[in-house]
């Protein structure tokens, strides 16, 4: 006798594995973005090499701010093995202004981004972060240094936050670089709803980087707002406003928030 | 189904903010309603929230609801009974992505505040397994306080005991031992000794979300540390971060 509660459940396992190995084609995902029909964000890139992609990693030295940043040798620590981990800096035109390499690392290493650092440079912007190494490893592995970035004023203690978008990227062993993990609808916009209540505080400040390659234009509340490739804008709310809304075609416009209530503040990822 | 529950302990209050609306801005029907569940008699128990709310947000304090209690977003025929054997992933209304998340803010009386999104994902409380984060990457040497919420919940009513460690992974060796318990928000003192850069937290059995509390001088510090297997994309990080938990457990504890 067939067991009918069986086939019924095996009938739908099937169909849910044929639909997944659709939804997953590569040409479906693009038409998912372009109907805005369930599209997926952020799209990593199938390449036939190992690469390292780093988060939009946002230094402050405006305001009274210090940053640090600290970071895990990562290729050392799942793969066991060397790498040196570079870091460049931009300034809210995404103009490079500084680059370092860290030739040895620790486990867990640390960066203090000062004024002094930045040649007595008193504003924001970016910094990437991007192993490099000789290793070759079939399959190819791709690495994502999420890392924690800290901010403080004059003696205090810093306040983390860990990176929330992946934004560029360089090979492991190569100079290729590659971008544009996020996906951007041709046609329609999305809402992002940040889920926070932003009454209560004296002051927001929303940390927004351009994660993609292209110019991309979004509105906060209404206010419109534009930014040229991998460009960022800290956008000051209004006291008294509850809720935030990000429209935009572009897929994850996730901002870094600082709120301020007093003397203190706080930061995270929306 | 995400799950939520609040922060706290002794002077630390903790807040959480539950959006009524996912966020790409679908907002809640005023028959979705926010839940507690508790452990009473070997069950869960679930009653309607009574917690302020608006049209936008429901608003929890430490003051008002435990520590221990859990949080969950639905109507209320999506359960059958009051008394629930195990934790059941009723709806969609929280699985979103970008992930559906509430605001967990802890705050100090006349000082500071620091909060991160948080959530706990329903695919989580069916896990045993062990969680491997380090500890100086969020805590601070000059803090007055430096604490870790680790929360457990697991889909079975149970109160059980489990070990998180302090172990330093280059020497294989455990440094201190904490008894803690499933289904609550266990807290962990960590002192200053401690903050050196091969210690990492292990837990033995169950797993849970750490998050890293630092205060110093009024200034606070919430965050929590990313699963090991998130910074790896490609699709050997299961297996990548097994095999260093396994080298670990098998080096360590056997």
Known sequence: ?270 | MNFFFLLGHNEIKGFLNIPKFQNRGNFFKKNIKLYEYKIVNKNWQVEECKCKHDKFFWELSSDDFSTDSIFGIHKENEIKSKNLRELKNLNNLSSTYPDFRGNNKVLLDGAGFSSYQSDYPYEMVYKNGSILSPLNILLNNKANNNLVFFRNIFYLPLKENFEIYIINIKKFKIFKKFICKTNKLNILNIENQYLKNDNYLFSNKYIGIPIFYSEFNKQISLEHTHPPHEYILSNDRFKTVGKIKKEIYEKIFK
């Open chain 1, 1 to 270: 006798m067939i067991d009918l509660k069986l086939l019924e459940k095996s009938k739908k396992k099937f169909m849910r594995k044929f639909l997944n190995k659709y939804i997953q084609n590569k040409y479906v995902k693009k038409i998912r973005v372009i109907i805005n029909y369930k599209p997926k964000p952020v799209e990593l890139k199938n390449i036939n090499e190992s690469y390292s992609v780093s988060d939009a990693f946002i230094w402050r030295t405006d305001k009274g701010f210090n940053t640090i940043f600290k970071f895990k040798d990562i290729p050392n620590f799942f793969y066991n093995i060397n790498s040196s981990a570079h870091i460049s800096f931009f300034n809210k035109e995404n103009i490079n202004i500084k680059n370092i390499s860290f030739k040895e690392l620790s486990n867990i290493n640390e960066l203090q981004i000062n004024q002094k650092f930045l040649n007595n440079i008193k504003d924001y912007g970016t910094f990437y972060i991007y192993h490099k190494s000789n290793f070759k490893k079939n399959p190819n592995i791709i690495l994502s240094n999420r890392c924690y970035v800290g901010y403080y004023k004059n003696n205090q203690m810093p306040c983390y936050v860990h990176g929330n978008t992946l934004v560029k990227s360089f090979g492991l062993n190569s100079e290729n670089f590659y971008s544009n993990f996020v996906q951007k609808s041709p046609l329609f916009e999305q809402n992002y709803f940040i889920q926070n209540n932003f009454f209560y505080f004296d002051k927001t400040e929303l940390c927004i980087c351009n994660p993609t390659s292209e110019k991309i234009i979004f509105k906060i509340n209404s206010q419109k707002y534009e930014l040229m490739p991998w460009n960022m804008k800290i956008i000051e709310q209004k006291k008294n406003v509850k809720l935030i809304n990000i429209k935009s075609k572009c897929l994850f416009l996730r901002p870094i928030i600082f709120n301020y209530k007093n003397e203190f503040f706080d930061v995270y990822h929306g």
